[in-house]
């Protein structure tokens, strides 16, 4: 006993040294209204439409995030003076049609917002970006990891981004068999309405870079896409993703690199600082003003792959809410029955979706259990429609 | 009895008239095991001298001892050494006497002659030296008169030739200053004529040389953990006096952290700091081991980035513009285990000296500050030795005698066991491995009295991986040999040779085609001769060259195995000389007006074999901007930079307690260290000066007023400081630093400019001790390269990441009894500037933060007690083992600093975190022992 309060102590103080301890930090001074020009986006030169999304920054303690320019006008120019003109498709995006453009040649991005300033790009060369070889994955004793192999039979392109989009079917902690019929009782619930299997989906949110600058050979061998821990439910039956992979220059790839470790790596000892950034785009009318963002041009190739939970070890999904399950009678016990099936569950809209039946002795249902929709309705969080590319 | 003392004393100087003319014979005995009767059989049939011996009294004793050719008074020496015999020898008549116990003295007692009147001296019958001095005599194969060792206080010393009128005017009196028990020098104590101002203070190896009016003087002498003690002399003509001194016995006793109290006030050097390990020792430290390095950041104007950082700034110099040497050893890496423990061992380190305004000329190299850390001596007399029990380290040291009171040697060395502690983590950080050992070896040896070695070497290895695949190690290798020789009693001199090597190395092997292998290592091979001469007692001369052979590895990556496709990549490896030569003369103008005035001339050559790119005049560096690119040979010179630099100081008494100081640097720095951390890490670059990278230059004036109070037990002091900093190196946004060729086109000059007032209030004695220190600070960096490209700030002054304007520490000690001490340190700063975020947009999926200006904010300020309770063990002399316990609390509050801030997106938002090391009240216990 006494060795075991020792363990304790030790591993107390070693962990509160090794660990050291990470508190929330909002200075108050964050409050500069600062309104720079933010671009998205890269110059489709294959056979897709080009979309850039303009956006103004925000204060940190704003709480939106994406804060559109509208009303600006964007047009793509090629080094040989032939112009593109991009249209918008609201929400500050701007598309143009497919262009298949010439990957011999350089292209920037020209840009006019509605406040009457001029933004340039510097002209960037067109990158073919080389096929994805193939989409893996390799399991690890805590979940599954994601990633990437290609290559560049010509031994040019060495530096490559990627995104994606994530699909997965997952289910309600519980099953409802029964509705309302919406006047004096509830019914089986019929396969059309059913709310147990869904479709989730998300996208990149943290930036995939990999470069084979320092091989001898231009390949990417396993980088890592993204990894999924053995208790998420994006594997709990059927996993799909769809990775898109951009060739890069190496001016790009440093931009991308320092956008990283910027947003995504700072904080543990040997990290380096932040440090500032400067993009490829500038304001022709006022050149001290910044601008965020880097303009690159090339063709994008993607690849789909899914995986399904039966390839994977017996993992147990961690359902993301605490569920329990409630039971209402045609007939409460105590003393002065009610009809608990008629006050909770019959009513709607009704935040009690009913699971199954409760039987007693006789052939009818003598009540029902139900839970909340984020234990019993999956379509809270997904979609019940199953994507067009869904197989 | 006093005719038995008058008789010896005749008999004594008959020998000190006759010694020169009877050369001693030498003979060779073997003794087994042997009696006291035979031993003195042989001796007397060997010897032709005759014993008178009670035998009765030696019955107990049986002697072993061989030797081969010895001088008598060797034999007896080793024979009887650690005994309670004793021997005297009289040479004229040819006889020995042996006693037990009570020692023949041929010496009188001082105030014998009571009608002794002070300025007859042609009257006072001498008091000749005891027998140990004529054993030194015979010691000595030395055609000089040999040092006279002084051990008792009530005695007159008689030094150089006896004339029967002292001529008036000065001699020069020089000797060592050693402890009696262990025969190590010590180094800094102060030797003060009684009633004069006249002092000096002990060398590095123990020496003094004073320059004092011929007559009788009395010396007094202090030392860091000794008795004050005093030496009578009557000074005849120049000679050498070597004075023995006894240890504090209870080592809490006495805290000094300067090395004579008078030297503060007195010495011409300003913004130097020195501490003393027993000092040291009582500062809390994280994890309860003395830390040599978080002691010196209590200091005024010495600051540190963060908490896990040994790395430390002075006076607004960066991380690597401070020289580290370890027994005159470049350290590049002056830390283990993250920094949580700094890279020299506590328990064999004698003392630290920093040096942060007044730089001595025979420094440099570098723009702020030179530490300069010396080992203890091996014990010259008995072996002995320490072992220390801390949480995560344990130590051992060894000392003794190689050849007794001749060569000694020093051993220490230091591990971790923290792997295990580590494992017991949770999963996520128990994969992480950390652990580091150190060895130094000392050995020095005496060759006569003018000549001695010293040889010192260190090494130290250190190796982490955090919840990683990628494993890093670093560690120091030093060696060097140094002869320290006396010319005469004017001129001495140090000569060193030496080899100094960092390195470090990265490994991947988690992916099969992209693992790798990282090395990089900085070597460099140093050779020196300082000299100093005496000139008068007013007037001191250094002067001394010395040479920097460097040699740089600039990274190296190898393919892991073979499976990796890494094409092998190495940076072409630099090559320069560094040499100096310099002069300086310390000149008293008056008693109470000193200068001490420098120059240091450097050359610096660039060597091959190297090819270099030569960039278009005003035009960034950039590769479309390469003019030429030439290829040199091995060793051909491709660039020379040269600099005088001035060290100058003065210092004016306005009275016996107070003086004022002034003092102005000029420094120049060849070597320069790229970091993109805020931490010495294992990944940062040294860059060597060439073509396209200028030396840093820098230059300091400085201000000082100086007083001590409560009969010099409290020391004062405020100094001022403007400091300027050219051709820092500053690195680009998005700068790649290792394994680059063409590191010039990724780093840009900045200019520097710092400023600051440091307060000093230290406590040396009494009950309660320790020191009180605050300094007001602002170091900027301004980016001043116009054909750099990107300008940070837009070329404004901004501050730097170590500027901390508020900086206040206290360090106390407080004695109950001799056994018992608490310890109490408290700091409190201004938080570091960093590079705020100032806007959030939206890119590729997620929320992201766009910076401010470089260093516009301020992390918050930064507030630490720690305590710590010292238990020494009983203090019996003569007992096997001496323990101590430590045990405290650091963070006794528990305020959880910010080491760093930062903001971090996570599923879209972005939220901003601050980063603690120490969170919470940390308890440690170290146990010591010492045999």
């Not at chain 2, 066991?417 to 580590?422: C, G, P, Q, R, T």
Request: glycine fraction near 6%.
């Amino acid at each position: 006993m006494k060795k075991n309060g020792k363990y304790i102590i030790w591993c107390g103080i070693i962990a509160m040294w090794a660990l050291g301890c990470k508190k929330p930090y909002t200075p108050n001074v964050i409050s500069s209204n600062n309104n720079y020009l933010v671009v998205e986006g890269v110059i489709n030169t294959g056979g897709d439409s080009t979309v850039i999304r303009l956006s103004r920054t925000v204060n940190l303690s704003s709480g939106v995030t994406i804060n559109p320019e509208l009303n600006a006008t964007v047009i793509i120019q090629s080094d040989q003076n032939q112009t593109y003109s991009l249209h918008s498709i609201g929400n500050g995006q701007y598309a143009s049609t497919p262009l298949t453009l010439d990957n011999t040649r350089k292209y920037r991005l020209s840009i006019g917002t509605s406040d009457g300033k001029a933004f340039l790009s510097d002209y960037v060369p067109a990158i073919a970006t080389p096929p994805i070889d193939s989409v893996g994955f390799t399991i690890l004793n805590n979940g599954v990891q994601i990633y990437v192999n290609t290559h560049d039979p010509n031994n040019n392109t060495h530096y490559y981004r990627w995104d994606y989009n994530e699909t997965w079917i997952f289910h309600a902690k519980y099953d409802s068999e029964y509705i309302s019929n919406d006047s004096t009782d509830v019914v089986p619930r019929s396969p059309d309405k059913q709310i147990y299997q869904c479709w989730g989906s998300g996208i990149s949110t943290v930036i995939t870079l990999g470069s084979s600058a320092k091989l001898s050979q231009d390949v990417i061998y396993q980088s890592p896409i993204i990894f999924i821990p053995s208790t998420s439910e994006k594997i709990e039956s059927r996993y799909s993703i769809l990775l898109k992979q951009y060739a890069m220059t190496s001016d790009g790839y440093n931009y991308y690199t320092i956008l990283k470790k910027n947003t995504e790596q700072l904080g543990s000892i040997f990290d380096a600082q932040p440090s500032q950034l400067t993009g490829n785009i500038h304001c022709t009318t006022d050149a001290t003003l910044p601008v965020i963002g880097y303009i690159s041009a090339g063709t994008v190739q993607q690849k789909r792959v899914y995986i399904n939970n039966s390839q994977l070890p017996t993992w147990q999904p961690t359902y993301p809410y605490t569920c329990g399950l409630d039971t209402a009678f045609y007939a409460s016990k105590g003393p002065n029955p009610v009809n608990q099936v008629l006050q909770n569950l019959v009513p709607q809209p009704n935040s009690n979706i009913t699971i199954y039946a409760v039987f007693g002795n006789g052939p009818n249902p003598i009540g029902y259990t139900y839970s909340d929709p984020d234990c019993a309705d999956c379509s809270i969080r997904g979609s019940l429609t199953k994507p067009s590319f869904w197989q | 009895m006093k005719r038995a003392y008058l008789f010896i004393i005749f008999l004594f100087i008959v020998k000190l008239v006759s010694a020169q003319n009877t050369p001693e014979k030498n003979i060779s005995v073997n003794f087994q095991q042997t009696k006291i009767e035979a031993f003195v059989d042989e001796l007397e049939a060997k010897s032709g001298y005759h014993f008178y011996v009670d035998t009765a009294q030696f019955d107990s004793l049986k002697i072993t001892l061989q030797v081969n050719d010895k001088p008598l008074a060797a034999i007896l020496g080793m024979a009887f050494n650690n005994t309670i015999y004793h021997y005297t020898i009289i040479p004229e008549a040819a006889q020995v006497f042996l006693t037990k116990g009570k020692q023949i003295k041929t010496g009188l007692a001082s105030g014998y002659f009571n009608n002794t009147r002070p300025g007859h001296n042609n009257q006072v019958l001498p008091g000749v030296a005891a027998a140990t001095a004529v054993t030194a005599t015979e010691f000595s194969g030395d055609k000089e008169a040999p040092a006279t060792e002084a051990t008792i206080e009530n005695k007159t010393y008689e030094i150089g030739l006896k004339t029967n009128n002292i001529q008036p005017g000065n001699s020069i009196l020089s000797g060592y200053v050693k402890d009696i028990k262990s025969g190590e020098s010590v180094v800094g104590a102060s030797i003060v004529v009684a009633d004069t101002k006249t002092g000096v203070v002990t060398d590095q190896f123990g020496y003094y040389t004073i320059t004092l009016p011929r007559g009788r003087q009395t010396l007094i002498i202090h030392g860091i953990g000794m008795r004050d003690t005093k030496r009578q002399i009557i000074l005849y003509s120049e000679g050498r006096l070597n004075i023995e001194m006894q240890e504090q016995v209870f080592a809490l006793k006495e805290v000094k952290i300067s090395a004579d109290k008078v030297a503060n006030v007195r010495s011409t050097e300003m913004g130097t700091n020195k501490l003393d390990i027993k000092s040291i020792k009582q500062v809390p430290a994280v994890f309860g081991e003395a830390d040599i390095l978080r002691v010196v950041l209590t200091l005024p104007g010495v600051q540190s980035v963060g908490e896990a950082t040994t790395g430390f700034n002075v006076r607004g110099g960066s991380a690597d513009q401070n020289l580290i040497l370890l027994n005159d050893a470049t350290i590049y890496n002056p830390s283990h285990f993250f920094g949580f423990f700094s890279a020299f061992d506590p328990d064999i380190v004698k003392d630290v000296e920093l040096y942060k305004s007044s730089i001595p000329e025979k420094y440099g190299g570098r723009l702020a500050s030179v530490l300069d850390v010396t080992d203890r001596e091996g014990n010259k007399k008995l072996f002995t030795g320490t072992a220390g029990i801390g949480l995560l380290t344990s130590r051992i040291n060894i000392e003794g005698p190689i050849i007794k009171d001749k060569t000694s040697f020093i051993l220490g060395a230091r591990t971790s066991y923290s792997d295990w502690l580590l494992s017991m983590l949770p999963e996520e950080y128990k994969h992480s491995e950390a652990s580091f050992y150190d060895v130094n070896l000392g050995i020095s040896h005496q060759i006569n009295d003018k000549n001695n070695i010293y040889v010192n070497g260190y090494l130290s290895h250190d190796q982490f991986k955090l919840n990683s695949d990628t494993a890093y190690s670093y560690g120091n290798k030093n060696a060097n040999i140094k002869w320290k020789h006396n010319f005469n009693d004017k001129l001495f001199s140090v000569f060193l040779v030496g080899y100094d090597r960092y390195q470090y190395s990265v490994s991947s092997d988690a992916n099969p085609v992209n693992g790798y292998n990282l090395n990089y290592n900085i070597n460099q091979s140093n050779l020196k001769a300082d000299f100093t001469y005496y000139v008068t007692r007013k007037n001191t001369i250094d002067f001394g060259l010395s040479s920097i052979y460097y040699k740089l590895h600039s990274g190296d990556e190898e393919p892991y195995n073979n499976k990796s496709l890494v094409v092998p990549d190495v940076v072409p490896a630099e090559q320069a000389l560094e040499s100096a030569l310099y002069f300086g003369d310390k000149y008293d103008i008056t008693p109470n007006f000193t200068v001490d005035l420098g120059v240091r001339y450097s050359i610096y050559n660039y060597l091959g074999a190297q090819t270099v790119d030569y960039y278009a005049p005003n035009l960034p560096k950039q590769s479309s901007n390469v003019l030429d690119s030439v290829t040199y040979g091995k060793n051909k010179v491709i660039k020379t930079y040269s600099r005088p630099e001035i060290r100058a100081s003065a210092r004016y008494n306005l009275n016996d307690n107070t003086s004022l100081k002034a003092s102005y640097n000029t420094l120049t720095q060849y070597i320069h260290l790229l970091s993109n951390t805020t931490a010495i890490s294992p990944t940062d670059v040294y860059k060597l000066s060439d073509p396209n990278i200028k030396p840093q230059t820098g230059d300091q004036v400085s201000l000082g007023i100086y007083k001590n109070l409560q009969s010099n037990t409290i020391e004062t002091s405020v100094e001022v400081y403007y400091k300027r900093i050219r051709n820092y190196l500053d690195y680009k946004s998005g700068a790649t630093l290792l394994l680059n060729d063409h590191i010039e086109q990724d780093v840009i000059n900045t200019q520097g400019k710092a400023y600051g007032v440091e307060f000093l209030v230290k406590k040396t004695e009494g009950k309660l001790n320790g020191w009180v220190s605050y300094t007001y600070s602002r170091t900027f960096l301004r980016q001043d390269d116009p054909y750099a490209g990107e300008l940070i700030n837009n070329g404004n002054y901004y501050p730097a990441n170590y500027d901390k304007p508020n900086d206040f520490n206290f360090t106390g000690n407080y004695r109950f009894t001799h056994r018992y001490s608490v310890s109490l340190n408290v700091v409190y700063s201004t938080g570091r500037p960093i590079t705020l975020p100032v806007a959030k947009y939206y890119y590729d999926n997620a929320e992201r933060v766009y910076y401010s200006d470089r260093n516009a904010y301020r992390i918050p300020d930064y507030f630490r007690s720690d305590f710590s309770v010292n238990i020494e063990g009983n203090h019996k002399v003569h007992q096997r083992f001496h323990n101590s316990w430590t045990f405290g609390v650091y963070n006794l509050t528990g305020r959880a600093n910010a080491y760093s801030t930062y903001f971090t997106e996570q599923g879209g938002s972005i939220n901003g975190y601050q980063l603690s090391i120490f969170a919470k009240p940390i308890p440690f216990i170290n146990y010591n022992i010492r045999f």
